[in-house]
């Protein structure tokens, strides 16, 4: 299993600002995705992040709105830059170990 | 990935069996069924996984068609604490591919 850790828990930003979200995994991992889960809605991938190369993002999402780091096996970062209030959301982060996908706890953000 | 239909929602009354059934009729021969569920204001959940044969761990059974066309996740003494949107996932390999959540099902375990 993977344990999984996401920093902030929740945040409430203002418009045009970026937040950085934190993800940190007990375990070396290799293929790490970000998730967005919008009020009320199921959770929709935003990209995939490998270490070592270029994050692959959805259709949809764009490095220069939601831009990677993976700079390690067991570290990565989401940031979503110049917000809006439609940015509002629960961002997860997941990791795969033994074909299950493990789930952080999510980092609830509201921009107002 | 084969899209797949769940039910929007499902009651069962604590201590029986909740049977939650998936429509997937587009599989294809190499994609995997998986269950997940995520209870409210925390990260989704592994449930359990198949290919073609019927599984069980300590957390429920998947019974998967022959057909492979369709399947149902069996959790055999609901408690309150099950209570929690699943979601029925078809996914091309056993690893190394996200996940594409649908709506679930919003199964509500009831005293």
């Known amino acids: 299993s993977a344990v999984i850790s996401q920093k902030p828990s929740r945040d409430i930003c203002q418009r045009g600002t970026s937040l950085t979200i934190q993800c940190q995994v007990d375990?070396?991992?290799?293929?790490m995705f970000w998730y967005r889960q919008q009020p009320g809605q199921s959770l929709t991938l935003i990209a995939t992040?490998?270490?070592?190369?270029?994050?692959?993002?959805e259709s949809g999402f764009v490095i220069d709105k939601f831009p990677i780091s993976r700079p390690n096996l067991t570290f990565s970062t989401l940031t979503v830059s110049n917000m809006s209030p439609e940015d509002s959301s629960i961002y997860l982060c997941?990791?795969?170990?033994?074909?299950?996908?493990?789930f952080g706890p999510g980092t609830r953000l509201t921009v107002t | 990935d084969a899209k797949t239909t769940q039910p929007t929602s499902m009651d069962c009354a604590e201590g029986r069996a909740a049977n939650l059934p998936c429509n997937h009729s587009?599989?294809?021969?190499?994609?995997?069924v998986y269950w997940y569920r995520q209870i409210h204001s925390q990260g989704p959940q592994y449930i359990i996984h198949?290919?073609?044969n019927n599984e069980t761990n300590e957390m429920a059974s998947l019974i998967i068609t022959e057909d492979r066309k369709s399947s149902t996740l069996i959790l055999p003494h609901a408690t309150l604490r099950d209570t929690a949107v699943y979601y029925c996932?078809?996914?091309?390999?056993?690893?190394?591919?996200?996940?594409?959540f649908g709506k679930g099902t919003s199964l509500l375990v009831t005293p």
């Open positions: 997941s990791v795969e170990t033994f074909y299950e996908q493990y």
């Open positions: 375990s070396q991992v290799t293929m």
């Open positions: 992040a490998n270490q070592g190369s270029e994050a692959t993002y």
């Open positions: 587009t599989i294809s021969g190499n994609e995997y």
């Open positions: 198949g290919l073609k």
């Open positions: 996932i078809v996914r091309l390999s056993n690893s190394g591919y996200a996940l594409n």
